[in-house]
């Protein structure tokens, strides 16, 4: 163990009890050039890379994967917004006096173990959030506080309550723990034997009280409506008024447009409680912004919002520290000869460095890639002697080319920059990066040259130089801290970092804390515990200055315009959405009917304590196959059944290739039902199944095994990574073989073929057909044949290349006037303006990708009216699901507000929203 650094000549005898084990403490750890400069007075660094030390068993087999994350303390995952305060503990910080780490009174501090100290096994060390040491907690009360640490029962952060003195200083310890009822009675009655406080937890058990009185009140007048008013008041709710009679069955015929259009409602979801989103600076502010010149060898002319927003990011490029004591930049002010954060009010006489970027988070097609085109030709120039010409742009794999071909339509081919398509054949050239000035590679190709195990500067690659710039689109793809391909995307070394993204906040603001950790901000925001600790809980809790400081933060280094700013002024023209109910035939209701009843019964019996057989994932199929139906009656197949029977007689099956198959199967009801990783609570992104028939996302279950080697759900046993069984096609979407008589159409096939059809229609109209599984739109494709309508198709089962040439059929032959659409393909990256019409064929709960899909349509480029036709089958799931969809969309409108979902609680929620589609 190294001598701590010293202020004056230490002599063992002058230390009390509580100070005998300061003078040795841990030594610091290299902190990493990756993670950004850190600063201050002499600071002891320790890397955001490494998780906090924790009391380790010889056999800690047990531990869950929550160490992974990114932070200060080690706690279950769900700990991170949805604990509750238990209390505040008064005490102080001991030996101040032979630490050199600098805290004002009101700034936010980090507690760490350190079970190895050799003075005290309890021992709590204090650092401020930029790593220097400020002393230690009390011997007395480190010993009963270090157990909570140790177990995770305790998320503990501190706030100093006044200045550090000769000897010590004040401190107050904020207590929070699980908000479970039975984890949280366990804890409170160990926390009373203890003598810890608890007042804010029973001031809340109180509130809970009150407000479960009002929820029975509330739920018995619900009940006396009859079930027909509530579905009435539902559609009401969506803007459906004045319902019309349903399609008719038989053979498809053709109708007029006007008489489809009776049929039907207009329904706008982007209207569904609409509020004023919390990005930062005003419309007004944003209308005002100065104009930077269009590039000269950019050969478009940039509109106007697209000229305010090449300025901000040249200026944001190029950040100066702030001057005066109103003046804040990027959290930090000044005051005297000081700079503070105002979120962790952290205080520095030495400047802090400032990150290079920003998030551009304009709407979707507003045309964020033309803007970062011509940041790339004005701002060229390296900004320090080590760093190369080239700007490394990460997308997904679908819209690589995207980049290549904007780039070659929108700069002067004599000037144009020479780019490199970093994937296949492209990466014989990873010595020669350098050489180009702009490379574009895909999120998976730099997970799989991050080496973090590796100190050496590598000799080719990603990692092999210092970029101009680094570009994410689709930037929330690094949403989930704990992904090895956010990681890499962190250890990236650049002179500027730029996120483009129409949504940031994704699910929720742990999602903003990958974007500040990627950007490099300075001030303690980049480790986990600290943005948890100064952010989100204050937000969470509704503290009056919490939404100010977020304000401030976005401010800084977010910009985001929407199509419905008025000084946007994209001249659009109108977009008209529909819902159009359908009635089904006799057998498809006779079909419908027996699984909605099978359904019902495998709720009953999964909510019953002495449930013997239905499982959760029985309950997805189920209602999976309702929805199938919806669509048409040769979807629906019974996949689960002979797995479950083998699993019901051992725990792991054995990768046989029928086992393999039936496992994919039960992956992808997983997918489809947009389940989500029970170890990052995020949706499934790169999804797997363990032999053990539990489905994760690859990054979080590869991490659990290189350390435990057990299933974090049943404790089987994983050897290795080699037993994960990924998806059977790209995306996760379904392979299965369907066939069904072209002369027997389901009557959502019928209704489409009718739109597709109509008299009426605009000349030259062309239509992209959305819908989640690939087998449907095998099912569909016949029927276009024998309508004699010209088609195209993309799917993830599909090349990028095929999906490139399918998208450039259909925007330039004419007789190609309908795609087939994957909707997963469709969520991101592609430019489909060549169609005036969007049909959405099926729905489900995540209306985001629906709204992205969508806007592939209606974006920026688009010059005809446009209509979107939503098909919905009539007193069906479907109808349940524009309701759950509405509380969706209004949860992600609310600005920034936190999901309410708990770890512990998540299947339960899950179970409700599945209950609401049933009743």
Not at 473 to 491: F, L, M, V, W, Y
Request: overall charge neutral; proline content about 6%; some cysteine.
């Amino acid at each position: 163990m190294g001598a701590p650094p010293a202020k004056r000549p230490i002599r063992q005898v002058d230390l009390t009890l509580d100070e005998v084990h300061e003078v040795a403490p841990t030594p610091p750890p290299k902190y990493p050039r990756v993670s950004g400069q850190r600063f201050g007075q002499e600071t002891t660094f320790v890397p955001l890379s490494q998780a906090a030390q924790v009391s380790l068993d010889e056999d800690e087999d047990d531990a869950a994967a929550a160490d992974l994350v990114q932070g200060t303390q080690v706690v279950d995952d769900s700990a991170d917004t949805t604990q509750l305060h238990y209390g505040d503990l008064n005490t102080k910080i001991v030996g101040v006096r032979y630490y050199r780490g600098q805290a004002t009174i009101g700034e936010h501090v980090v507690l760490k173990r350190e079970p190895r100290n050799q003075y005290d096994r309890n021992a709590i060390r204090v650092d401020n959030v930029m790593g220097a040491q400020v002393g230690h907690i009390p011997r007395t009360m480190a010993a009963k506080l270090a157990s909570y640490l140790d177990n995770r029962l305790l998320v503990v952060e501190g706030i100093l309550t006044g200045v550090i003195g000769a000897y010590d200083c004040p401190i107050v310890l904020k207590l929070y723990g699980p908000s479970d009822p039975e984890r949280r009675e366990a804890l409170k009655q160990k926390m009373m034997q203890d003598k810890l406080p608890l007042n804010h937890l029973k001031q809340a058990e109180r509130d809970e009280i009150k407000a479960r009185k009002e929820r029975e009140k509330a739920m018995k007048e619900a009940s006396k409506k009859a079930r027909k008013g509530q579905l009435l008041e539902a559609a009401n709710n969506l803007g459906y008024t004045n319902l019309a009679q349903p399609l008719g069955e038989g053979i498809i015929t053709e109708e007029s447009l006007d008489e489809l259009i009776n049929q039907s409602s207009t329904f706008n979801p982007r209207e569904i409680g609409q509020v004023a989103e919390s990005f930062g600076l005003k419309e007004a502010d944003l209308e005002n912004m100065p104009m930077a010149d269009n590039p000269p060898s950019l050969t478009t002319t940039l509109l106007p919002y697209q000229r305010q927003g090449l300025a901000w990011m040249i200026s944001k490029e190029n950040p100066q520290l702030p001057t005066g004591a109103n003046d804040v930049v990027q959290l930090w002010k000044k005051q005297g000869n000081k700079f503070t954060n105002i979120a962790t009010n952290f205080s520095t006489t030495t400047p802090p460095p400032l990150a290079s970027g920003g998030i551009l988070a304009d709407d979707m097609g507003l045309g964020k890639t033309i803007q970062i085109i011509s940041l790339i030709l004005s701002n060229s120039e390296p900004k320090t002697k080590e760093s190369s010409k080239a700007t490394l742009i990460i997308s997904p794999v679908g819209v690589m080319s995207n980049w290549r071909n904007q780039i070659q339509e929108h700069t002067d081919p004599e000037q144009a920059p020479r780019v490199l398509i970093y994937h296949g054949p492209g990466k014989k050239e990873g010595a020669n990066l350098d050489q180009y000035d702009v490379v574009v590679t895909s999120y998976g190709a730099l997970a799989m040259e991050y080496k973090p195990e590796s100190k050496a500067t590598p000799a080719k690659g990603l990692f092999s130089l210092k970029w101009r710039r680094v570009v994410l689109d689709e930037g929330h793809t690094i949403r989930n801290p704990r992904s090895k391909g956010s990681s890499a995307a962190s250890a990236l070394w650049a002179d500027s970092r730029w996120t483009l993204t129409g949504t940031p906040i994704v699910n929720s603001l742990k999602d903003l804390y990958s974007q500040i950790r990627f950007l490099g901000l300075t001030g303690g925001l980049e480790d986990l515990g600290v943005f948890n600790s100064v952010l989100i809980r204050p937000l969470m809790s509704g503290e009056p200055d919490s939404h100010l400081l977020l304000q401030a933060l976005m401010s800084t280094v977010c910009l985001r315009r929407r199509k419905d700013m008025s000084f946007v002024n994209l001249r659009l023209p109108p977009l008209t959405s529909r819902v159009l109910r359908v009635k089904f035939h006799p057998h498809e209701q006779e079909k419908y009917e027996m699984f909605q009843s099978e359904a019902q019964g495998m709720l009953l019996d999964f909510k019953s304590k002495d449930k013997t057989s239905t499982t959760y994932s029985h309950l997805l199929e189920v209602i999976l196959r309702l929805r199938q139906v919806c669509n048409h009656w040769a979807l629906t197949k019974n996949r689960l059944d002979k797995l479950a029977s083998i699993l019901d007689k051992q725990q792991v099956v054995p990768l046989t290739p029928e086992n393999i198959k039936a496992l994919q199967d039960m992956l992808q009801i997983r997918i489809e039902s947009q389940e989500t990783c029970p170890i990052c609570l995020d949706v499934l992104e790169t999804p797997v199944i363990t032999a053990c028939a539990h489905a994760f996302d690859r990054d979080c279950i590869e991490q659990v095994i290189d350390r435990q080697q057990k299933c974090p759900m049943c404790r089987a046993e994983i050897e290795n990574t080699s037993t994960l069984v990924a998806p059977a096609a790209d995306m996760g979407e379904n392979t299965d073989d369907v066939s069904a008589d072209p002369d027997n159409p389901s009557s959502k096939i019928e209704a489409l073929i009718k739109i597709l059809t109509a008299q009426g229609q605009a000349e030259g109209t062309k239509t992209v057909v959305f819908s989640q599984w690939t087998s449907f739109l095998n099912l569909v494709e016949p029927h276009l044949q024998k309508a004699g309508i010209g088609f195209a198709r993309i799917d993830g089962k599909m090349t990028s290349l095929a999906r490139d040439n399918s998208t450039h059929r259909f925007s330039t032959d004419p007789k190609c006037t309908v795609l087939l659409a994957s909707l997963n393909v469709c969520s991101v990256g592609l430019n489909l303006v060549a169609a005036n019409q969007a049909i959405l064929a099926d729905s489900w709960w995540a209306p985001a990708i629906e709204d992205q899909a969508v806007d592939r349509v209606y974006r920026l480029g688009q010059t005809r009216e446009t209509t979107v036709w939503r098909l919905v089958m009539e007193d069906s799931i479907e109808d349940r699901v524009l309701a759950v969809q509405e509380q969706k969309r209004k949860l992600m409108l609310a600005a920034f507000r936190e999901k309410a979902s708990k770890k512990v609680d998540d299947r339960a929620t899950r179970v409700a929203d599945l209950e609401k589609l049933l009743t």
